[in-house]
């Protein structure tokens, strides 16, 4: 089976594993991501197949919606990818990329580092931010039923990740939690020039946002 055949094996598993997902982890998502990631990528020395790989797959079993489990979409993935037939390193690679993209309240030390997991982090941040990242924040919140804002509930910063991962702060403090902190960690050329600009729109957003919870405007 060759690259092709498997990227779009890869494809159609995952449409059809999150035809029913949370609407801000749904395939849509995860195509944006994939997208995102081969426009950076463009400018990267990496290899393009476990780019594409780990792009696809990077979300497969989100913990958030797995009781918190981080094994279920390493795992799913690894047997997937044996299924297709995809050397050892490369599988690892993936599960490697898949244990390591993830936030998860800002002070996660991560444990693996490639060119490859660099470019899908960026993709998957730029995601996170912008007009995307806005309707995706609040999607996740609906979700979750939690209030839109509360000024009596500040942001809590520098979160650990067990805190983070059970957090149910008001939507708009996610933005002061995580959303606004990506710019500076985004990890390539091409991502952090997307970011400056979707950054930019966020704070906008956040102006408006309060002007009109105080009757500004």
Known sequence: MNKEQIINNTKTFVQQTLKNAEGGHDWFHILRVWNNAKL??????????????????????????????????PKMAQEFLENQHVENAIIEHVENIITNISFKGGNFKQQFNSPELKVIQDADRLDAI?????????????????????PEIPPKLNQTKEEYKHSKAPTINHFYEKLLLLKERMNTKTGKKIAEERHVYMEVFLQQFYDEWNGKK
């Open 40 to 73: 950076i990528a463009k400018d990267e020395n990496v290899d393009n197949f476990i780019v594409e790989l780990g792009a696809l797959l990077h979300d497969i079993a989100d913990s958030k919606f797995n009781n918190g489990d981080e094994t279920v979409g």
């Open 130 to 150: 912008g007009a995307i990242g806005i309707a995706r924040c609040f999607n996740y919140g609906g979700f979750k039923n939690r209030t839109l804002y509360n």
